[in-house]
């Protein structure tokens, strides 16, 4: 059974920088193929995607976000880090991160964390 | 603006029969990309309630039927239940973004 779960502030001030971390049971980001996600969701809008760290240490993020985010991850500890710089008050949102499967074709997340409410306000 | 379009809400009456559509594009869907979809509860992380199209997790109710023709999708609900009441997401990838796409959300009111 894989878990995750959402961990960090739940309030930054604005031009700060945002940390955040997911623990995961039941995978290995050290296991090719495996990559974790991160989706975030503004209040009363729709999700959209974030970032992947895969097991081969590189990640992917949103080409909008690019210059602010950065994604490490802990294998030894199960652990992902999401870190986005410069947060704004549109950056208020549920951070989730998830687990993707993969395999040609297809791409999707089949484990969710339960989320976290990140309110970005001085 | 989602790159893929869904209705903002759909409903219907206990025991009825709801589909949820999903437009997508040449990029998307046309390019062989499948959809997937995904519940979401109040106050709740999404659910995966169909993935590769047609495929249901185990636990899913086989009331939830997914399909896609070409550049759209859609996900069918039979025997509507008042716990079916929720936000539904589909979601699939596109090659000219390079990366993992959601639609707008569609909210279900059961009536």
């Known amino acids: 059974q894989i878990t995750l779960k959402e961990s960090g502030p739940t309030l930054v001030k604005p031009t700060q920088t945002l940390t955040l971390t997911c623990t995961f049971s039941?995978?290995?980001?050290?296991?090719?193929?495996?990559?974790v996600g991160w989706i975030r969701q503004p209040p009363g809008k729709a999700l959209e995607w974030l970032a992947f760290?895969?097991?081969?240490?590189?990640?992917l993020c949103r080409p909008s976000l690019k210059t602010r985010l950065t994604i490490t991850k802990d294998t030894s500890k199960n652990q992902v880090v999401l870190t986005m710089t410069n947060m704004d008050p549109v950056d208020t949102a549920t951070y989730y991160c998830?687990?993707?499967?993969?395999?040609?074709?297809?791409?999707?997340?089949?484990?969710w964390g339960q989320g976290i409410l990140v309110t970005v306000s001085s | 603006q989602s790159v893929l379009t869904q209705p903002p809400s759909v409903s219907g009456a206990p025991g009825q029969r709801v589909t949820i559509s999903c437009t997508g594009s040449?990029?998307?869907?046309?390019?062989?990309?499948?959809v997937h979809w995904y519940q979401q509860l109040p106050g709740t992380a999404p659910k995966l309630l169909i993935y590769?199209?047609?495929n249901r997790p185990s636990g899913v109710p086989d009331r939830f039927s997914g399909s896609k023709s070409g550049t759209s999708a859609s996900l069918a609900i039979t025997a509507l239940q008042a716990e079916d009441e929720a936000e539904y997401y589909c979601?699939?990838?596109?090659?000219?973004?390079?990366?993992?796409?959601f639609g707008g959300g569609t909210k279900l009111t059961v009536l």
């Open positions: 760290s895969y097991s081969d240490d590189t990640y």
């Open positions: 998830a687990h993707r499967r993969y395999r040609s074709g297809w791409e999707y997340f089949d484990y």
């Open positions: 590769g199209n047609t």
């Open positions: 040449s990029s998307n869907f046309g390019a062989g990309y499948d």
């Open positions: 039941g995978l290995s980001l050290s296991t090719s193929g495996v990559a």
């Open positions: 979601q699939s990838y596109d090659k000219s973004l390079s990366y993992v796409i």
